[in-house]
């Protein structure tokens, strides 16, 4: 558990019960992993308004599944296709599930919540505008950054949320231009998947995310509110 600047050593399981013990780190002197172990990665695109611009209605947005592979922490390294592929990052807020769920409703969905953090859904070139189901443009070792902490509790209904690329600002939003907010998204996908603890759902992502390319030695910081930063370099391979 993070209390300022130190990390509280915690007995048990962020899932079930934790103790608090006496024992103290210093954020600082850690290697910070990513906050859990999911069974699957699930996306979602098209849930900005902002991004598609405005309508009278919106259509249900596109969901599609990352990797576990594709997992990286805050301060690990982007590392990049070296070719003339397009590659950019897409700030977002992910929920983090903490119970097993199927079949529930969004009135039900904030108790198999556990809580947020930021998510970096980071994306290449389709690949000849064939990979209908993303898995070749998302799903890249290292192409989903996560962290660096979880909150647990948040209101998640107008919170900022911005893209830095070597201190320029890219995307520049609010989660209230979401279609689909957390209890709705989660309720959603339990229609036809099984949900279990330490399941991420990134929930979309703004307006200019195409436009937020990155290249070798960039630095790539993304800002939610409420959440702080997470901060990754990026490297070709």
Partial sequence: ????NKINSIK?????????????LSFKDVEVLPPVEPSKIIGLGYNYKDLIGPKK???EPVIFLKPTTSLIAHKQTIKIPNSNQKTWVEVELAVIIKSKCKNITKDEASKH???YTIGNDITTDNIYARDHHLAR?????TFCSLGPVIEFDLDTSDLNLTTKINNKIFQNSSTKNRILDDFETVA???????LYPGDIILTGT?????NSIIKNGDSVVLEI???GSLQNSVSSI
Avoid at 15 to 22: A, I, N
């Fill in 1 to 4: 558990v993070l209390d300022g």
């Fill in 12 to 24: 048990g399981s962020i899932f079930e019960k934790l103790e608090l013990t006496d024992n103290y």
């Fill in 57 to 59: 209605t919106y259509q």
């Fill in 113 to 115: 919540i556990l809580g």
């Fill in 137 to 141: 443009s998302k799903g890249w070792d």
């Fill in 188 to 194: 959603l996908i339990s229609n036809f998947m099984t």
């Fill in 206 to 210: 703004p307006a200019n995310a195409e």
């Fill in 225 to 227: 509110e409420n959440l």
